[in-house]
């Protein structure tokens, strides 16, 4: 199963990005789609969650500046993030998971805050 990410890339502090992640129809609409995310050195952390039927989840770090999104018909999850800082220069993962039948993951996606 492929979950490809999109939209990352290199922002100013403050700056803001949104994130895409389309997954298979068949797996979409049954999995809690999920943002992780790996800084250098550090190990991989969770951003924000959202069920199929939209309730969401947030590391209490992300809150208020991130937000998740899913549009079911696009089979694709969102991640727009805004106020971005430095320490939030990361790879960030999607992932689809039905627990305890499976957990997929994307291929990741470069997002760097620098000025």
């Known amino acids: 199963v492929q979950l490809q990410a999109s939209g990352g890339g290199l922002v100013q502090p403050g700056g803001s990005l949104r994130l895409s992640c389309a997954a298979p129809?068949?797996?979409?609409?049954?999995?809690?789609m999920g943002w992780y995310r790996q800084a250098p050195g550090k190990q991989r952390e969770l951003v924000a969650t959202?069920?199929?039927?939209?309730?969401?989840n947030y590391a209490d770090s992300m809150k208020g500046r991130f937000t998740i999104s899913r549009d079911n018909a696009k089979n694709t999850v969102y991640l727009q993030m805004s106020g971005l800082k430095p320490e939030d220069t990361a790879v960030y993962y999607c992932?689809?998971?039905?627990?305890?039948?499976?957990?997929?993951w994307g291929q990741g996606t470069q997002v760097t805050v620098s000025s």
């Open positions: 992932n689809a998971a039905k627990l305890p039948l499976y957990v997929y």
């Open positions: 129809g068949s797996i979409f609409s049954l999995s809690v």
């Open positions: 959202i069920t199929s039927g939209g309730s969401t």
